[in-house]
């Protein structure tokens, strides 16, 4: 129970990826809350202890800012900010005018910052870390989710930035993430059929659950990451095969 006794919060813990991470923080004894615009369909339990759910819009800094204080009252602390709201609909850059776009950012890379603002003061008094949820979106192109891309490569250099400027008493980190298996998978991939073709292009051969993401983030987060700050975790399964490797047509023989 190596985070026993400490506070930990989500946002967009309510599902997939963060339903995932906030499972894990409870197994490893923290006291979770997930916040999000809609309550979960069911709550969030893990080992006979469940999440607490706050709704809460991230774009909003007086939420944000209410959201904390009310923290305050029942916690009496935080030493875990874990900043994974976000996503994106898929629309080519000339689908959509630039307003739309701009959405995206706000919501994948602004809103990240305000809450990690916001959150600065208590997580210095605990000696606590923020754990950003990143994309391997943000390192290489990402046509159909540009906007994406570009936030979440901004996100991963504002915890870098965060990390120097916030130690040695705040520690920030990134878990930059490929695919993951979630409740969506089948929206983005079909039946169970297409999601294995889509794991099958991955070097480890399948998608990653979001469990090994929570475990990921609790190492962060933990005691066992004293001295891990300002770092990016790539968490995708060894990425993607090169294009070129199949495509190549040389006589691997001679």
């Known amino acids: 129970m190596e985070l026993d006794g400490r506070v930990a919060v989500v946002t967009g813990g309510t599902r997939g990826v963060g339903a995932g991470i906030a499972r894990a923080l409870l197994r490893a004894g923290a006291r979770v809350v997930v916040c999000a615009r809609r309550p979960p369909d069911a709550p969030v339990e893990e080992g006979g202890s469940a999440a607490e759910f706050a709704p809460l819009d991230l774009r909003d800094p007086h939420a944000v800012e209410t959201f904390l204080t009310g923290l305050d009252a029942t916690h009496g602390r935080l030493d875990v ?19 739309r776009h701009a959405r995206v950012v706000a919501l994948n890379l602004t809103a990240p910052l305000t809450v990690s603002l916001a959150a600065y003061e208590r997580l210095r008094a605990a000696r606590g870390s923020i754990v950003m949820i990143g994309s391997v979106s943000g390192t290489r192109p990402s046509p159909g989710t540009a906007a994406y891309g570009a936030a979440k490569a901004g996100l991963e250099n504002l915890a870098r930035s965060m990390a120097v400027e916030w130690a040695p008493h705040v520690r920030v980190n990134t878990l930059v993430l490929g695919m993951v298996r979630t409740e969506l998978s089948r929206l983005h991939y079909g039946d169970e059929a297409g999601i294995a073709a889509v794991g099958a292009t991955v070097p480890l051969g399948r998608l990653a659950e979001p469990s090994e993401v929570g475990e990921a983030a609790v190492f962060l987060a933990s005691d066992r990451a004293a001295y891990v700050t300002g770092a990016s975790l790539l968490l995708h399964g060894g990425g993607e095969r090169p294009a070129f490797l199949d495509a190549a047509t040389v006589n691997k023989g001679s």
């Open 81 to 99: 900010l874990v900043n994974n709201a976000g996503g994106t609909p898929y629309r080519l850059l000339g689908e959509g005018e630039a307003e």
